[in-house]
């Protein structure tokens, strides 16, 4: 059983599973040293943090989200241009 949120990061860091942080610089539910702390346990992961979006990117903006998303699958994570 997982204890806390460090455990989950160890879990993922752990897994080799490609990992993908998404934040909205206006989010207003995470925040930026949240965001951090989870760029720092996950030091493998793709991350981008786009200017102006907020904490649902993913429902709010598709369009931007889905290309970060495919190129993750492609194995090709940080040839997106779309961190604003």
Same mark, same amino acid.
């Given at each position: 059983? #997982?204890?806390?949120? =460090?455990?989950?990061?160890?879990?993922?860091?752990?897994?080799?599973?490609? &990992?993908? $942080?998404?934040?909205?610089?206006?989010?207003? $539910? =995470? &925040? @930026?040293?949240?965001?951090?702390?989870?760029?720092?346990?996950?030091? =493998? @992961?793709?991350?981008?943090? $786009?200017? /102006?979006?907020?904490?649902?990117?993913?429902?709010?903006?598709?369009?931007?989200?889905?290309? #970060? $998303? &495919?190129?993750? #699958?492609?194995?090709? /994570?940080?040839?997106? @241009?779309?961190? =604003?």
């Amino acid at each position: 059983m #997982l204890d806390n949120q =460090r455990d989950v990061y160890a879990l993922l860091a752990g897994s080799g599973v490609s &990992t993908l $942080i998404l934040r909205g610089q206006d989010d207003n $539910i =995470r &925040t @930026a040293a949240q965001f951090d702390e989870l760029r720092r346990a996950l030091p =493998r @992961a793709v991350v981008h943090d $786009i200017a /102006g979006l907020v904490h649902p990117l993913m429902l709010t903006h598709p369009e931007l989200v889905a290309p #970060l $998303i &495919t190129a993750l #699958l492609d194995g090709a /994570g940080n040839a997106s @241009a779309s961190d =604003r």
